[in-house]
């Protein structure tokens, strides 16, 4: 299949293959049949870095005969193949992906984060060294240059040679991960960012050496560890910024059980792993256990915690015949269950399955500064060959056409070619995106908004539709009493209330205030609770429970009954309230000109309760993480920019799927950490000035990227022209960074409101 190819930013397709004595298992014995039959295989792929690695993995898989589908997790670096039956080896994948430059094993969470920490503990080592070079010598460059005109020449000779033994050392190991990317570009016929800076380590430590043996005035040993020490700040904070995002995905998958209590054909418990479950399994479940898998409740009557499938905090009355998914929690009395999925094929599994999806689409999105890195290494690099050449060749070619000219030399060719890369040297280039970013979410910082990652701004920018999830989102998440009764029945409900850890009676104590908790009280699960109060039966609990009789209403409120002996029912209802400025937000989001969705969980009454008061005229109710995911699918192929805002688990699937993604101070880590943006305190409209500064960071990096280009269109030339020394190249560049900064700085001397 050829050399290892590169994204279009140039980027390493990956690391070499492995040897073939490493000790790698056998992949056929991880090999799966999937749900729909086929064979599946999950591996780790080593050296995949941007979007371009994923696109020419899962095409060379693609291509292969039989298989169907081939997705890469850039964040994880998790690979799942699947083929159709008998068509394919599991070791002609692995083979494949060795052809294509990339090593893979077996896929293994632990080995992967060991991988991940060696690859960032390497960065900080080559981080480090630049720093300690770039510090240490810039003690003898200052007197060299201060001193200019009063110094000697031995003397500057001398600093110069001690600024070498610090410089040539320290350069040629902190550039290791430029001079490996660009050496995988090459030899993939490739150019990418990294080519142009390890030819100008290499050349800038050629002629400082050069100069210092001809005892002359110039010698760059300074400026190329300071280089080095700024680019490796950037790839470290790159790399932890991955390092986040797979937090997502594995604090999801921590949530299922790893055990289980299974109940074997003479009725005796044994604890097992629960990747041994298998389907048809008869499984225990005890009050405060997490489902492992998903079944069929065969045994007792409780009360389940779905939380992570709905988002709702209420708990659901599980009995024989209902339906327990992974991740529910039995809260109230033993439960026996039967398996009707293997651990990797639940509800946990497929959640996980659905953020790392998304995360995959997220890692395909190509920044500002890379689509202007496409443009700017050919380029550059014609440029600065033309200049040599032109230089080195030019004057015998004027002489054939008889044209006077002297030959100036291997040294003044070079000197002009260097002078080219170093003034076109992408450090404006670098900036120009990075400075408006670190400037924008400063300033957002202030304003109690988080922004994970730059490229998330510059998704954000792009947004037209906001879809909210309900339930601790546009709603507080906390339900409130909004029935009017009588103090002595409140107290007497409250009484029982104060009993159970159920959120509705929890919320009725809250209403009540401090008092005392009725005696002999029993649960009946799934129901409610009843004890004696005054020689009289009282129960509180579900209509069904405590008034039979009692007429329904249907007006979308969460309710708790109460009756005592042969008085009249009493109806508690409850709401969970609108945040205090949500109807605002969806004005000023509208306003902008975007479109607003309520996706949730949630009973469909309520939900559409919510959007009514909220001015949401598109709603859904009783959604699972798949139907939100399916919906953000659909808005991205109508060509729609979705951006997604929950705070449940049950969200995490959808924020990673949508092109964007906010979540509440409040949310649980596993949707924070898929979330692009974090809104801390009570409201939501910093989500609006949100965008507002997303839009506007755009406007200054598109700026800052045109004089990026404006100014090497007027440097550059002038520098092949032999009109700059490498100097005067040095200051112009630095020039040039500092302009787009300035430029930057803008977004925070702006004084208006952006949420007006």
């Not at 039967?338 to 998304?358: F, H, K």
């Not at 002489?399 to 060719?413: M, N, S, T, Y």
């Not at 975007?594 to 859904?620: F, K, M, Q, T």
């Not at 990026?708 to 190249?729: E, F, K, Q, R, V």
């Amino acid at each position: 299949m050829g050399e290892p190819a590169l994204s279009q930013t140039g980027c390493p397709s990956g690391l070499a293959p492995p040897t073939e004595g490493e000790n790698r298992a056998d992949p056929a014995a991880f090999v799966r049949t999937d749900k729909q039959g086929r064979e599946s295989l999950e591996l780790m792929v080593q050296g995949a870095k941007c979007a371009g690695c994923i696109k020419k993995i899962e095409g060379g898989l693609l291509a292969m005969p039989g298989v169907e589908d081939a997705r890469l997790n850039l964040s994880t670096g998790r690979l799942s193949v699947a083929w159709a039956p008998g068509v394919l080896r599991a070791g002609e994948v692995t083979e494949a992906l060795a052809k294509l430059g990339y090593a893979a094993a077996a896929f293994d969470p632990e080995a992967a984060r060991q991988q991940t920490d060696e690859e960032g503990r390497k960065l900080l080592r080559y981080l480090a060294v630049a720093g300690f070079a770039a510090m240490n010598i810039m003690m003898f460059s200052v007197p060299v240059w201060s001193g200019h005109g009063e110094m000697g020449e031995g003397t500057r000779t001398l600093l110069h040679w001690v600024s070498a033994i610090i410089a040539i050392p320290a350069s040629l190991y902190a550039a290791q991960p430029f001079f490996k990317s660009a050496w995988t570009a090459l030899r993939a016929r490739r150019a990418n960012m990294d080519v142009p800076i390890s030819l100008a380590v290499f050349l800038t430590i050629g002629i400082s050496v050069s100069e210092t043996l001809q005892q002359g005035e110039h010698a760059y040993f300074d400026g190329i560890t300071m280089l080095l020490f700024f680019l490796l700040i950037g790839r470290y904070l790159d790399h932890r910024l991955r390092e986040r995002a797979r937090t997502a995905a594995r604090d999801l998958l921590a949530l299922q059980s790893v055990s289980a209590s299974r109940i074997d054909a003479n009725g005796h418990v044994s604890a097992i792993a629960a990747r041994e479950i298998k389907v048809g399994d008869r499984l225990q479940l005890a009050a405060g256990d997490r489902a492992p898998v998903d079944g069929v409740i065969e045994e007792g009557v409780s009360e389940l915690d779905c939380s992570m499938l709905t988002g709702e905090t209420l708990p659901q009355a599980g009995r024989p015949g209902s339906a327990i998914y992974s991740g529910t929690i039995n809260l109230t009395q033993r439960l026996v269950m039967r398996a009707t999925a293997r651990v990797q094929d639940s509800t946990v599994a497929e959640l996980s399955r659905l953020i790392e999806t998304g995360e995959q689409s997220r890692a395909k999105f190509v920044r500002l500064a890379d689509k202007a890195a496409q443009l700017y290494v050919p380029v550059v690099h014609s440029l600065a060959a033309l200049t040599f050449l032109g230089w080195l060749f030019g004057p015998a070619l004027l002489r054939l056409f008889g044209v006077e000219a002297a030959d100036v030399g291997l040294r003044i060719a070079l000197m002009n070619a260097v002078a080219v890369l170093i003034i076109t040297c992408p450090c404006a280039l670098g900036l120009a995106v990075p400075a408006v970013q670190v400037v924008a979410t400063g300033r957002l910082f202030k304003r109690g908004v988080l922004v994970k990652s730059g490229d998330a701004l510059e998704r954000l920018a792009q947004v037209d539709v906001v879809v909210f999830d309900k339930t601790g989102t546009l709603t507080l998440g906390k339900p409130r009493l909004t029935s009017l009764v009588d103090v002595h029945t409140l107290q007497a409900a409250a009484a029982l209330a104060r009993t159970s850890r159920h959120p509705l009676s929890r919320a009725l104590v809250e209403a009540a205030g401090p008092g005392a908790a009725a005696k002999a009280v029993r649960e009946i699960p799934g129901e409610g609770i009843e004890a004696e109060m005054d020689g009289v039966l009282a129960r509180l609990g579900r209509r069904s429970f405590a008034a039979p009789q009692a007429q329904d209403v249907a007006d979308g409120s969460a309710e708790l009954w109460f009756a005592r002996g042969d008085e009249a029912p009493t109806r508690f209802a409850f709401v969970d309230a609108l945040r205090s400025d949500a109807a605002e937000t969806i004005a000023a989001l509208k306003k902008r000109g975007i479109g607003i969705e309520l996706i949730s969980g949630d009973r469909p009454l309520a939900v559409e309760n919510a959007a009514r008061a909220a001015g949401i005229g598109a709603w859904a109710g009783g959604a699972a993480p798949g139907d939100k995911v399916a919906r953000l699918n659909t808005l991205r192929a109508q060509g729609k920019r979705p951006l997604m805002v929950g705070d449940g688990l049950n969200d995490a699937a959808a924020l990673a799927a949508a092109h964007a993604s906010a979540s509440p101070g409040t949310a649980l880590e596993a949707s924070q950490a898929a979330s692009d943006i974090v809104i801390q305190g009570a409201g939501l409209l910093p989500l609006v000035e949100a965008i507002d500064v997303a839009k506007a960071a755009r406007k200054r990096a598109l700026e800052n990227l045109q004089f990026s280009a404006l100014y090497n269109l007027i440097a550059a030339p002038m520098a092949a022209a032999g009109l700059l020394t490498p100097l005067i190249a040095a200051l112009a560049m630095s020039g040039s960074s500092l302009v787009v900064t300035l430029n930057a700085l803008r977004l925070q001397m702006e004084g208006r409101s952006w949420a007006s």
